[in-house]
């Protein structure tokens, strides 16, 4: 049974940093593409982060520059550094594996976390 468990999101002042983590569990991790996604209210989720099982990284262009991806195959965990946040950053942050290629990725799994939210304040 496929896990997903994302920690570390809380309220933050603007300029401020948070770290989140992502614990997957039920399939192979280090033989996944992984990724960051985020919902704001109202608004679709999108993806934020990548990072392929080579540890290639990618990012959108709304957190290129503050945000970066890491991950730890061993203990089965992925990161998420976010600095300079700004309140557009504000939303439910969830992990998941990915299928397709960069530029095209979408979830593997349909059973997501139950997210951490971030708020970062003005």
């Known amino acids: 049974q496929v896990q997903l468990v994302e920690s570390g999101g809380g309220l933050v002042q603007a300029g401020g940093s948070l770290r989140l983590s992502c614990v997957a569990s039920?399939?192979?991790?280090?033989?996944?593409?992984m990724g960051w996604f985020r919902q704001a209210p109202g608004k679709k989720r999108e993806l934020v982060a990548t990072?392929?099982?080579?540890?290639?990284?990618g990012y959108s262009d709304s957190v290129k520059g503050r945000f970066f991806i890491s991950r730890d195959n061993v203990k089965r965990t992925v990161w998420l550094e976010m600095n300079s946040l700004e309140p557009e950053d504000t939303a439910v942050y969830f992990c998941?594996?990915?299928?397709?290629?960069?530029?095209?990725?979408?979830?593997?799994?349909?059973?997501w976390g139950q997210g951490t939210q971030v708020t970062v304040s003005s």
């Open positions: 998941n594996a990915l299928v397709g290629v960069a530029g095209a990725y979408t979830a593997e799994w349909s059973a």
């Open positions: 039920g399939f192979v991790c280090s033989d996944s593409a």
């Open positions: 990072i392929t099982r080579a540890r290639s990284t």
